[in-house]
């Protein structure tokens, strides 16, 4: 089924203890298209400016993404991103923001892409979600993500466009700073009373957790022994998560729970390497594999409540 | 099996945002003892004061717990921790530390104590943890645990230690500690280089990891609403642990995976009161009953590589 995404489409510049890049693609809706292009046919909306450069358009068609609503402002600039990361790879520290085209991104959908029946709403301004979100009328699954930013500047606008989406994807700091509840479990709970079916919530190298309405799912992330650049980590798991869903066009809590896993595979191979440079090389066969890794390393047997006391001998009268 | 610990044995005085003891029972050999005892008969190595009431050993007994090498100096008190812990759980803040009788604690292993199969060092001096380990010839599985204060103050008797160990069960900041490694999966590596057959990495509220030499196993913790206590969570952990371990004597890696949510389960009754109090009134209804929830909230289904594929349509050409 067709995967519609909204969100920012940047030039990043990025150092972290282990190399830099001056100038790489970024973004949201671009870790996004491209980890979630493995899966479904993905639209783009999003706006560049002048200095975006075809390859850049190419590299996205390639990988099957549709371009069309994709916005060119010849006289602008395409947003600009520069943050450095230190060993503990799981905080960037922003040292320079130029939002250029992006300051003023009115979304444009087409009519084709009005009629899309999976969305994501990356993290742009809350009220532009909230207007994405009306427009696509027959959206069977529409997940948002968000930062800091907005929980802070446009708290009542984002709880608008929450009530009306299925699932919130979101980081571990911000479920709590959103629902302002220093325990995950009661933050997660807080959101889903606002309307979505489910709070996905990511948390780097601890994993990932899914909280449904009578259910909690949690999974560890893959493990790496080295981490290069977090850099669009989130996107990238947001991409594999709703880009199974799409393939598979349910969205169960089964399916939920295999999309955690697609989600994770995914923001795995992202941070292997800097920006999107890994997932654009990557094969069905290394994400086939990593998906069975997870099966390996979540799995144990059940034992039977009798074997369990059995082996207690002369302390099982607490039974 | 007999499975034998040493460590400490302790009063602790406790203030979290959800309120406050003044003296209750702690430390790790006691937090350790009650996990432990139901799963195995366990043997506690200690030393107390005059001050340690014969309520507290009977309270340790009723749980069959032996304590035949309970040492007592009627003359000295018992070790004193008084610590307090804010809305982030996670961190304790120590207040005082009286050692008391403990600063010259000599673990005294009676004969049957040294006929001990299972072992547990509890957080100790790791000259002593080493002197321990070398008196208990017969053992089939020693584990250790330790903390910052040996990394930074005895590192090299700490690895000695380390190296005649079949498991160590540590927090994830000192693994990272220990090992002078920011990666966790690294100095999890590099402490299984020294020997252990077993790294057990403790994650708090994001749950644990099970490192060997060829397999990695994670879990989630138990999702609680409300964590009360943190107090005495890692060795009710190793208690689990160790405990399920002796229970069925297997150490292989199925038996450890198990292991692992059995210690997962026990801390996670242990934080939801103070000290050591949930622990004392548990039942085994309520282990088996979260033992099987961790089956629920880690299980997903896996689908056949092809039926990923299929689901892509265009861009399958990717394969």
């Known amino acids: 089924m067709s995967l519609l995404v909204v969100g920012s489409i940047a030039f990043d510049a990025v150092e972290t203890p282990f190399g830099k890049r001056e100038r790489m693609l970024g973004g949201s809706a671009t870790h996004f298209s491209l980890a979630a292009s493995f899966f479904a046919n993905v639209r783009i909306v999003g706006v560049v400016g002048g200095d975006f450069g075809a390859d850049n358009v ?10 069309t609503d994709l916005e060119c402002l010849p006289e602008g600039k395409t947003f600009f991103w520069r943050g450095r990361y230190d060993y503990d790879l799981n905080t960037a ?3 320079e923001t130029q939002l250029n ?3 003023d991104f009115k979304p444009k959908l087409s009519e084709e ?11 742009i301004q809350p009220d532009l979600q909230y207007e994405v979100r009306e427009q696509v009328k027959d959206a069977q699954f529409v997940a948002l993500d ?11 606008s984002l709880i608008r466009a929450i009530e009306r989406v299925d699932a919130v994807i979101i980081n571990d700091a911000e479920a709590r700073q959103l629902a302002d509840e220093p325990n995950l479990i009661r933050a997660a709970r807080k959101i889903l009373s606002w309307g979505p079916a489910a709070v996905v919530v990511k948390r780097g190298e601890y ?7 009578d259910a909690y799912f949690a999974i560890p992330a893959y493990p790496l022994e080295s981490v290069f650049d977090p850099t669009g980590a989130g996107d990238t798991f947001a991409g594999g998560f709703m880009g199974y869903l799409a393939s598979c066009g349910e969205v169960d809590e089964a399916a939920m729970r295999r999309a955690m896993i697609f989600g994770s595979v995914m923001a795995s191979f992202n941070v292997e390497e800097f920006g999107t440079e890994r997932v654009q090389r990557l094969t069905y066969a290394e994400i086939n594999e990593r998906f069975r890794e997870f099966k390996r390393m979540t ?3 059940e034992i039977p409540f009798e074997r369990v006391v059995k082996a207690l001998g002369p302390s099982a009268i607490k039974v």
């Open 113 to 123: 892409s009005k009629r899309a029946r999976f969305v994501f709403l990356g993290n």
């Open 207 to 213: 994993g990932a957790a899914l909280f449904t309405s």
């Open 146 to 156: 968000t930062m800091n930013l907005w929980i802070e500047t446009a708290r009542p």
């Open 101 to 103: 085209v992006f300051a």
């Open 299 to 301: 799995s144990f047997e």
């Open 58 to 67: 190419a590299l996205l068609q390639r990988h099957g993404v549709d371009t």
């Open 93 to 95: 520290h922003t040292l």
